[in-house]
């Protein structure tokens, strides 16, 4: 049974914190729900290509790439690499690329949108940080809840 996004914010009101509604379902699943891992980056996804080749264990991959439309921040081999290595979701302050293929993986991916461009690859970027974007600040280690609704943060998981 997943945790639905209106229930958190029915019991937790304003501790339930929502992002904005700007991202799209992109991957093969919407429902998602771990411990963020926050990332830091512009239209560079190199720090995103080596935590994907970690054991996810469940967490969810949280993007701040500034909201650039230039390039995608993250493509199929990425994506079945988060898949292969048990990430939970991805959520990107940007765009992905390859969306034929995403829609078919059994992630939740939400982005806003797509862009056929890939990034560069300076090894720029920062992990760990706290992340603000979409009306909301992330900080590494909170608790995401996705669905079709949208995108939750609360500080701790749930009981």
């Known amino acids: 049974m997943t945790t639905k996004t209106t ?3 029915d019991e937790f009101g304003d501790k339930a914190k929502v992002f904005a509604p ?9 429902d998602m ?16 290509k080596e935590l994907s080749a970690e054991a996810g264990d469940g967490r969810i991959l949280v993007v701040d790439g500034g909201g650039s ?3 995608a921040l993250l493509g199929d081999v990425i994506a079945l690499d988060l898949v292969k290595n048990g990430w939970g ?8 690329r390859d969306a034929a293929v ?3 993986l059994p992630i939740a991916i939400k982005a806003l949108g797509a862009s056929p461009r890939k990034s560069v690859k300076r090894s720029e970027g920062q992990v760990g940080i706290a992340l603000t ?27």
């Open 102 to 104: 995403l829609r078919g």
């Open 22 to 30: 700007l991202f799209k379902d992109l991957g093969g699943k919407a």
């Open 7 to 9: 229930d958190l914010c």
């Open 133 to 159: 974007f979409a009306g909301q600040t992330v900080i590494d280690g909170d608790q995401l809840y996705g669905d079709d609704d949208g995108v939750v943060i609360l500080n701790k998981p749930l009981a």
């Open 89 to 96: 979701g991805v959520l990107i302050y940007g765009y992905v």
């Open 69 to 71: 439309d230039r390039c």
């Open 33 to 48: 729900a771990g411990r963020a891992v926050t990332v830091k980056c512009f239209e560079d996804n190199s720090r995103i």
